[in-house]
């Protein structure tokens, strides 16, 4: 009786164990060891990306519709997300609205120059800033972070002011010349983000370069910056989108003559239909009849800048995770 009686023991305590295990092996499938690695919780983060990035991209598919429909489809309640057939005519009208080629010369003239200048004198601050040993190094550095915090709308009308008195309004120097002594769009951001870069890279280098008798510039130039390309681009994409991107400094200090692509699409309505513009009822708060080219001139705006961003996208993420911005 008593073998018998332990011979259940056994075999009920084998189910149980087994039992339990199950039971753990689906808990840890449906809930995870971890926050994220059960199916419940890979499903709510992948339902959270999936809204979050619904809504970052639909305004950009919003624009591309809008911009493939004609008048007729504007007006046409059952007409959604999907046109019902192609219209690039707004890409027509936009793109002689805009003056396209001129207006893109103007603004790559802004961009691509002044992110080059922001790009070296931005790199060779932070470098000083990080290595170097100069009187009032503390104090330029406090300086640096003040300017950052500064809201740039305060500084507008002294800046106007400046920029009238030499004769700069309405040139691209307004933009490329500070861009020169790194105090173009935020250029302080740009000094603390080389800064950080260069002090989280060994000494070794900079000792070993010394020893070979290196000035202080051949070993910034043939070794540091090498190094900083990461950086480099990052600071470049960041500067290159905010210049392309700017539109309140653009209305204040080019008014005309040298007018980049963010201004010309404010009055495209006007260009394309003069003093016929309508004025569609408040209600839909859209006019119909413009709407589409001012999406397709929104388009070619940020065509440009949105081609550079995915050919460089790899080197971009990298350079990110180096320079600490995701720390």
Do not use: H
Request: with cysteine.
């Amino acid at each position: 009786m008593k073998l018998v009686e332990a011979y259940k023991q056994v075999k009920l305590d084998i189910t149980e164990t087994l039992a339990n295990r199950r039971t753990q092996k689906l808990r840890a499938l449906v809930f995870g060891q971890n926050v994220k690695d059960g199916i419940i919780a890979k499903l709510f983060i992948i339902s959270l990306l999936t809204v979050i990035g619904f809504l970052y991209v639909k305004p950009i598919l919003y624009m591309i519709s809008t911009s493939l429909k004609s008048v007729a489809d504007m007006i046409d309640p059952i007409v959604g997300l999907i046109p019902r057939e192609l219209y690039f005519n707004n890409y027509k009208d936009a793109w002689k609205g805009l003056s396209y080629p001129e207006a893109f010369l103007d603004t790559m003239t802004i961009a691509l120059f002044g992110s080059i200048f922001q790009v070296f004198t931005c790199a060779l601050t932070g470098y000083a800033l990080a290595r170097l040993k100069f009187p009032g190094k503390n104090l330029f550095f406090f300086l640096i972070l003040v300017a950052f915090l500064i809201p740039p709308q305060l500084t507008l009308v002294p800046l106007y002011m400046i920029y009238s008195e030499l004769g700069w309004i309405n040139t691209p120097f307004v933009f490329l010349v500070p861009a020169i002594f790194g105090q173009g769009l935020r250029g302080a951001l740009f000094i603390i983000i080389f800064r950080q870069f260069f002090i989280s890279q060994p000494k070794a280098l900079e000792e070993a370069a010394k020893i070979d008798g290196a000035s202080v510039f051949r070993l910034f130039f043939r070794i540091m910056m090498p190094l900083a390309g990461g950086a480099c681009l990052v600071v470049f994409l960041f500067s290159f989108v905010w210049y392309w991107n700017m539109s309140y400094e653009a209305a204040l200090f080019l008014s005309k003559d040298f007018t980049p692509l963010s201004l010309r699409l404010s009055s495209l309505q006007m260009e394309l239909m003069g003093n016929k513009a309508v004025s569609f009822s408040a209600g839909l708060g859209q006019d119909p009849i413009s709407e589409g080219p001012k999406m397709a001139g929104a388009f070619l705006i940020i065509f440009p800048p949105l081609i550079i961003y995915l050919i460089a996208q790899r080197w971009f993420t990298e350079g990110i995770e180096r320079t600490g911005l995701v720390e």
